[in-house]
């Protein structure tokens, strides 16, 4: 299992360049960045948009200040533009780099905040997914063949090359937990970050908490059962290094922080509670029971993990 990739917000801003190689030497061995014109926070606050920095940008820094960092964005909006246009850069990112390192992360879009602030309505969740799913087989034509023709009622691409052409083009990664786009994933891409999956309720942030370990088993078979080798992630809401004794109080914290009443989180696949040794056998049992081969760790745990954990695991 190649450990870890860092969790979005690692690399905004002039520090890309010396965190990238801070990074690299701490035994990462990816950068991951989300893809938005601004964060949409709550109001009052409304957007909070120093946290938006360009992800093609930051990620083409990253790459470029580190040997080994594999790159990916998780996930960038198809439903703003052409796809053409984000296929392209991150073909060039692979011309650059090398197609092994840059992940193609592709995703439907979720803020109508965003849409509409190009004077764009967000369309429903269905037409959404319709449309990754047209821009997921032009990417996949496109980075098999070099070349690729899609006649669809979102996405109309006509003898289209791709330019550049790499010679080992980007792996395509989508993410999700619907059984559609687990579905699609095993059609199409080459690597899937695993969200919670649809069945288990409350908000978006809450889902993650109320997440089992056989949940995510469960996926992962689920998007495997295509004829694609598919590598899985997941993209972790906390990772905690402390003394037994503190667990509770820690997974309480954790919990209250997106509105839950305490639980245990031993076997929440996206919670990390514990001491070094207690969280590395919770990754190797994770990496047997869902297939786990990289886990997105939030940059602010990112030494502690690399640190204590990561040797043990």
Same mark, same amino acid.
């Given at each position: 299992?190649?450990?870890?990739?860092?969790?979005?917000?690692?690399?905004?801003?002039?520090?890309?360049?010396? !965190?990238?190689?801070?990074?690299?030497? &701490?035994?990462?061995?990816?950068?991951?960045?989300?893809?938005?014109?601004?964060?949409?926070?709550?109001?009052?606050?409304?957007?909070?948009?120093?946290m938006?920095?360009?992800?093609?940008?930051?990620?083409?820094?990253?790459?470029?200040?580190?040997?080994?960092?594999?790159?990916?964005?998780?996930?960038?909006?198809?439903? !703003?533009?052409?796809?053409?246009? &984000?296929?392209?850069?991150?073909?060039?990112?692979?011309? @650059?780099?090398?197609?092994?390192?840059?992940?193609?992360? !592709?995703?439907?879009?979720?803020?109508a905040?965003?849409?509409?602030?190009?004077?764009?309505?967000?369309?429903?969740?269905?037409?959404?997914?319709?449309?990754?799913?047209?821009?997921?087989? !032009?990417?996949?034509?496109?980075?098999?063949?070099?070349w690729?023709?899609?006649?669809?009622?979102?996405?109309?691409?006509?003898?289209?090359?791709?330019?550049?052409?790499p %010679?080992?083009?980007?792996?395509?990664?989508?993410?999700?937990?619907? %059984?559609?786009?687990?579905?699609?994933?095993?059609?199409?891409? /080459?690597?899937?970050?695993l969200?919670?999956?649809?069945?288990?309720?409350?908000?978006?942030?809450?889902?993650?908490l109320?997440?089992?370990?056989?949940?995510?088993?469960?996926?992962?078979?689920?998007?495997?059962?295509?004829?694609?080798?598919?590598?899985?992630?997941?993209?972790?809401?906390?990772?905690?290094?402390?003394? %037994?004794?503190r667990?509770?109080?820690?997974?309480?914290?954790?919990?209250?922080?997106?509105?839950?009443?305490?639980?245990?989180?031993?076997?929440?696949?996206?919670a990390?509670?514990?001491?070094?040794?207690?969280?590395a056998?919770?990754?190797?049992e994770?990496?047997?029971?869902?297939? @786990? /081969?990289?886990l997105?760790?939030?940059?602010?745990?990112?030494?502690?993990?690399?640190?204590?954990?990561? %040797?043990l695991?």
């Amino acid at each position: 299992m190649s450990l870890p990739w860092a969790g979005p917000a690692a690399c905004y801003g002039a520090d890309s360049a010396a !965190l990238a190689v801070r990074l690299e030497s &701490l035994g990462v061995t990816g950068v991951v960045q989300g893809d938005h014109l601004f964060v949409p926070g709550p109001p009052p606050d409304g957007p909070v948009a120093r946290m938006a920095a360009d992800s093609l940008t930051v990620l083409t820094t990253v790459a470029a200040h580190s040997s080994r960092l594999s790159v990916a964005t998780l996930v960038a909006n198809v439903g !703003l533009q052409h796809p053409i246009h &984000l296929l392209r850069r991150f073909a060039n990112l692979a011309l @650059l780099y090398g197609g092994e390192r840059v992940y193609a992360g !592709l995703g439907a879009g979720w803020s109508a905040r965003e849409f509409e602030a190009l004077g764009m309505t967000m369309p429903p969740h269905r037409e959404r997914l319709a449309r990754l799913t047209e821009t997921a087989q !032009l990417a996949r034509e496109l980075f098999d063949e070099g070349w690729a023709s899609v006649a669809g009622e979102h996405v109309v691409a006509r003898d289209l090359p791709l330019a550049p052409a790499p %010679p080992d083009p980007p792996r395509l990664l989508l993410g999700g937990g619907s %059984p559609a786009l687990l579905e699609l994933a095993a059609r199409y891409a /080459d690597h899937v970050d695993l969200a919670p999956p649809t069945h288990r309720r409350g908000d978006a942030l809450q889902r993650p908490l109320l997440t089992t370990v056989d949940d995510l088993a469960d996926s992962a078979r689920l998007a495997r059962a295509g004829p694609r080798r598919l590598t899985t992630s997941v993209l972790m809401s906390a990772v905690v290094v402390c003394e %037994p004794s503190r667990v509770r109080a820690e997974e309480e914290a954790v919990c209250a922080r997106v509105g839950l009443p305490w639980r245990p989180l031993g076997d929440c696949p996206y919670a990390l509670v514990g001491e070094p040794a207690r969280l590395a056998e919770r990754v190797r049992e994770r990496r047997e029971r869902i297939g @786990l /081969d990289r886990l997105i760790v939030p940059y602010a745990a990112i030494e502690p993990f690399t640190a204590e954990v990561l %040797p043990l695991a």
